[in-house]
């Protein structure tokens, strides 16, 4: 199975960065779409932002384009979100997800907290 562990969360002034990071272990990475996607208290779970194997596609919701940025290092393991001229709404835990290109699973890290609070 694969496990997929977060990390980069924290506080951050509104209009500061930061950068997460999600590295993945139990299959073979280069073989995974990835994903980041968010909760905020009283909300459903959105996603963020998509980086597709096929020719590295990338997708982002409206509300982040410009602003984050996703990319992955296939020698690492590790997929990348990072975020610069964070805003109030964009407090939430963030996600790290990845579903096989062949095949089926689904398959969520534990989360990282962003909290951007002045």
């Known amino acids: 199975q694969v496990q997929l562990v977060e990390s980069g969360g924290g506080l951050v002034q509104p209009g500061g960065s930061l950068r997460l990071s999600c590295v993945a272990s139990?299959?073979?990475?280069?073989?995974?779409?990835m994903g980041w996607y968010r909760q905020a208290p009283g909300k459903q779970r959105e996603v963020v932002a998509t980086?597709?194997?096929?020719?590295?596609?990338?997708t982002y919701t409206d509300s982040v384009k410009g602003r984050f940025t996703i990319s992955r290092d296939n020698g690492k393991n590790t997929v990348y979100l990072q975020m610069n001229s964070l805003k109030l709404e964009d407090t939430a835990v963030y996600y790290c997800n990845a579903q096989p290109r062949l095949g089926s699973g689904n398959y969520w890290g534990k989360g990282t907290l962003v909290t951007v609070s002045s």
């Open positions: 139990g299959g073979i990475f280069s073989l995974y779409d």
């Open positions: 980086m597709r194997t096929r020719r590295d596609i990338t």
